[in-house]
């Protein structure tokens, strides 16, 4: 498994201010699934939202996200892609992706999440606990449409200790301000790097 | 003076807002790539230290392209002029360079020379960044002979737009240092874009008609993906800047290349926005 620095870019609008955003910090990122069907009992919503985990579904929500925009499961975020050029290769940074999403192409002010996720290197779109890399055409060629955003695609909620911090920027790509995490878990604690018993 | 085919639906708020949005990316690009890759608790001092640009010069072209497709002719050279000075030409590696020059002599704004010794570019007179010629001789540290036969063909190319002659005049020694293998130029020749550009022959429209077709095939795969075109928005790059690098140049060489064809709607419009680009007050 690889873990991967992900960006993630949300609009603000009249129900996503900045106290949602940093509240996200404590709560996790969702997803559209858990923000429509979520209810009281923790353990069938975790069950429900395993079992609306497919091949099918992650397909729909990569290359037809206007039919499932409200209930996907899966959550958009972006890693960055290099794709061919007239002069070589080109480099689509993940930071463009997510200001492109979080101000709707410069017209409103947005934010951008920090997190971390654990990739597959194979196909794992039923698993909630990992995330699949959209933009790897070596595994997912039918994704190619959508190859220059550089996703990856996170499942269900990305757990809040992953989210290292929340900045804001105004329509015209200023920062405005950001906020860290206090419970965030450096993923550098969980590499695979082992010191020696010392 | 025309648009790009497809784009009729595209309004010019929707444009402008589009264009404006790349140009802030682009001028922004530093900062932005430095404050979104910032660790907790990382001071902005620190965070300056960093000194890589990501994805300043494609926000460049791509403001450029749609500039170009919308018929805002002049101010898309504006911007690929901005594209080509994103690195430091002095000291920037081959891939960096080549793709400055590329942008820099479809702008005007870059005289791009290839010579025996090296690449040579003269920037425009009043060019503070660039007061003097700048010259990065053929060597292993300019790259490998397949990283530079990967170059050849767009430094060519930048040649040509420049109005210099496309196949350098290149030692076929094959001593390594300060030359050219003949396997490298080979291997370059093999470009269809260094095809195209050859004297008048079979060969070169041949080239040309495939560049042609499959540029047109691109517009019409970037239409057909709705979401992104609506919001006049492209997977891809929306102009295919070595066709239109290659029209240029031949104009500049006094030839039509394959003009005399009909050609379909995402070929005439690129031929007219070359014509375009043609009649442009050059800066060198």
């Known amino acids: 498994m690889l873990l991967q620095w992900c960006l993630k870019g949300i609009s603000e609008h009249s129900h996503f201010t900045d106290a949602h955003a940093t509240g996200l910090l404590r709560k996790g990122i969702p997803s559209r699934w858990l923000l429509s069907y979520a209810g009281s009992n923790a353990f069938a919503d975790v069950s429900a939202a395993q079992q609306t985990l497919s091949q099918a579904a992650l397909d729909n929500h990569v290359n037809n996200y206007g039919a499932v925009a409200g209930n996907t499961p899966y959550i958009s975020l972006s890693a960055g892609s290099v794709v061919p050029a007239s002069h070589g290769v080109s480099v689509r940074p993940a930071w463009r992706t997510a200001l492109d999403f979080a101000t709707q192409g410069g017209a409103v002010s947005g934010y951008i999440f920090r997190c971390w996720v654990i990739l597959s290197p194979k196909p794992s779109a039923g698993l909630s606990p990992l995330a699949d890399e959209v933009r790897e055409l070596n595994i997912f060629r039918q994704f190619f449409t959508f190859h220059d955003e550089g996703e990856v695609a996170a499942k269900i909620l990305v757990p809040h200790r992953q989210i290292e911090w929340v900045q804001k920027f105004d329509a015209r790509g200023n920062f405005i301000f950001q906020a860290d995490n206090p419970d965030f878990v450096d993923p550098l604690d969980i590499c695979n790097l082992i010191e020696v018993v010392a | ?252 060489r006094g030839s039509s290349g394959s003009a005399d064809e009909s050609p379909g709607p995402a070929t005439a419009y690129l031929r007219d926005l070359a014509g375009e680009i043609h009649k442009m007050p050059r800066w060198v």
């Open chain 2, 1 to 252: 003076m025309s648009r790009i085919p497809g784009s009729e639906k595209w309004s010019s708020d929707l444009v402008r807002g589009r264009i404006e949005f790349l140009v802030d990316c682009a001028k922004g690009a530093r900062r932005l790539s430095q404050f979104m890759t910032r660790r907790r608790g990382e001071t902005e001092a620190v965070v300056e230290q960093a000194a890589e640009i990501s994805g300043a010069a494609e926000c460049w072209s791509d403001a450029a392209a749609l500039a170009f497709a919308s018929n805002h002719t002049a101010e898309g050279l504006l911007y690929l002029a901005r594209a080509a000075v994103v690195s430091d030409l002095r000291r920037c590696s081959l891939p960096e360079l080549a793709r400055s020059a590329f942008f820099g002599s479809l702008a005007g704004y870059l005289n791009v020379r290839l010579s025996a010794d090296g690449i040579r570019i003269l920037p425009r007179s009043e060019n503070r960044l660039y007061p003097d010629e700048i010259s990065r001789p053929w060597s292993a540290e300019l790259g490998t002979a397949i990283q530079i036969a990967r170059s050849l063909p767009v430094l060519a190319l930048a040649a040509a737009v420049s109005g210099n002659p496309f196949e350098p005049e290149i030692s076929f020694d094959g001593k390594g240092e300060g030359s050219l293998s003949r396997s490298t130029l080979l291997a370059a020749f093999a470009a269809p874009d260094f095809r195209a550009l050859r004297q008048a022959s079979d060969s070169a429209r041949a080239a040309i008609r495939e560049m042609e077709e499959t540029w047109e095939l691109r517009l019409t795969m970037m239409r057909e993906d709705t979401y992104h075109w609506e919001r006049a928005r492209a997977r891809t790059e929306l102009i295919d800047w070595r066709l239109l690098a290659v029209h240029v140049a031949l104009l500049r």
